[in-house]
């Protein structure tokens, strides 16, 4: 049988039902905080994640909580970073700040023999830190540079021009 260049055989297709159920165990500490605790393996690595009500639609200036977050390990009231950065990599911590719209948070990997002392770091981390005013305006440079660089992308303008649309400019959203 001969094909032209523009004829293709499909390859076989084999379907397959896979179902991975994973146990989840909702409980809530005393604050009132919802905790879910998910039992999926036996390696002795644990991740923590902490989610506010926070995000991009919560800030008055374009950049604050992506910056905020990125300079949590910037120093605590207890360590300054180079100290907090060094406790972070002896006890292989791994931290993923990330914000999105409407949460900001911290994921925590780690070894789950460490577990209190990596609790108290990212206490420090979460709940103590410092924004040194010579890596703060470091930051905000090196941050500005990457937004206008950004807001030169495809990508992005379209991201913005529909949710612009759909929100208007002036909902947090549209903004």
Do not use: C
Not at 66 to 84: I, V
Not at 112 to 130: A, H, M, P, Q, W
Not at 161 to 173: D, L, T, V
């Amino acid at each position: 049988m001969k094909m032209n260049a523009l004829q293709r055989i499909q390859p076989p297709l084999f379907p397959f039902s896979a179902t991975i159920s994973i146990p989840v165990k909702h409980i809530y500490l005393r604050n009132g905080i919802s905790v879910f605790i998910i039992d999926s393996g036996t390696e002795n690595v644990m991740r923590i994640e902490f989610i506010f009500r926070a995000g991009i639609v919560k800030e008055d200036i374009p950049l604050l909580a992506t910056t905020t977050n990125m300079m949590l390990t910037e120093g605590s009231e207890k360590y300054t970073s180079e100290e907090l950065n060094r406790l972070l990599d002896y006890y292989g911590v791994f931290l993923n700040p990330g914000v999105e719209k409407d949460t900001a948070g911290l994921m925590v990997f780690f070894l789950n023999r460490y577990i209190d002392k990596v609790l108290g770091l990212t206490r420090e981390v979460l709940f103590r830190s410092t924004f040194p005013e010579k890596e703060l305006v470091l930051l905000m440079k090196k941050r500005l540079r990457w937004y206008m660089v950004n807001r030169e992308k495809v990508q992005n303008l379209a991201m913005d021009a529909f949710f612009e649309s759909i929100f208007g400019n002036h909902h947090p959203y549209g903004r």
